[in-house]
């Protein structure tokens, strides 16, 4: 018997084979673009518009009425009143990045190359977290550059106010860092999005059910009960870092800032080391 070998026309691959990073940037990028639905249809973009809307035009309004009723803008109160919109859309879209994959079954291609677990686990956190960071930094920018547009004597309100940049960009990105490690770590479990989107949604319900109930008794107090609510978590660190003296009642009655950044910290090393253990031992 003999053998023949065809020439099919396949030619190796010549071009310039790139580093790790480059590979891990570009699943970074492609992960961003999940999450906002670019180059995707229409109803891929209707969550990320949806949210950044909802949290944005209020802001708008915001700035309007405290240009004709005078009154001060309140940056860790709104932060409080859309976090909710950040958490939806981290249990809708975190699955779109770690459960789709799983189902797609697209892991033995990716681990095939020079891409590790950890690039791959370590790229998709990073779009998740960044998505939310810039879904939650854009309104708390429209109250400030809106503030300082409004005032009478801008420049002397943009002296006052340069203070604020650095507790905006705190707070949104520890709300970016808890709730997108948080969301990722649930979906990473399940190839099933649908199951992924329910469970991280049912995570912090639950989770807020049960600083609720321990705030409603005296087991603790209700300082030591927000420690178990991620969300209350961080409206308690918003109130602390924004100087607004309609908050000083509710800050005096709180823990110090470095509990709550502890707890934060905490819940954010559970999430990764969840996520890692999960990767580590997913089908590839």
């Not at 673009?33 to 973009?45: E, I, S």
Request: contains cysteine.
């Amino acid at each position: 018997m003999t053998s023949t070998i065809h020439d099919l026309g396949y030619r190796r691959y010549s071009g310039e084979r790139l580093s790790v990073r480059a590979a891990w940037s570009a699943l970074f990028v492609q992960g961003l673009r999940v999450l906002f639905g670019l180059g995707r249809p229409a109803r891929a973009k209707a969550l990320p518009v949806f949210v950044l809307v909802f949290s944005s035009v209020p802001a708008v309004l915001t700035v309007f009425i405290a240009s004709q009723a005078g009154l001060p803008i309140r940056h860790a109160t709104y932060f409080t009143g859309v976090s909710i919109l950040y958490v939806l859309f981290a249990a809708a879209q975190a699955p779109e990045l770690f459960s789709r994959d799983q189902a797609n079954r697209v892991l033995p291609l990716m681990f095939s190359r020079d891409l590790s677990r950890w690039h791959y686990a370590s790229a998709r956190l990073a779009s998740m977290v960044v998505a939310l960071i810039a879904l939650a930094l854009i309104p708390q920018l429209v109250l400030l550059l809106g503030g300082i547009g409004i005032a009478e004597d801008t420049i002397a309100v943009l002296q006052d106010r340069w203070k604020i940049i650095l507790p905006i960009l705190a707070v949104t990105s520890l709300s970016g860092v808890l709730l997108g490690s948080v969301a990722s770590a649930v979906a990473s479990f399940t190839p099933r999005r649908h199951f992924a989107t329910a469970a991280i949604v049912g995570l912090f319900l639950v989770l807020g059910a049960v600083s609720t109930a321990l705030a409603a008794t005296d087991v603790i107090s209700l300082a030591q009960a927000q420690l178990f609510n991620p969300l209350l978590q961080l409206d308690t660190v918003s109130r602390l870092l924004f100087d607004e003296p309609a908050r000083r009642v509710a800050r005096a009655a709180a823990h110090p800032l470095w509990v709550y950044l502890a707890a934060i910290t905490a819940s954010c090393v559970v999430a990764w080391s969840a996520i890692w253990w999960r990767i580590q031992r997913v089908n590839a």
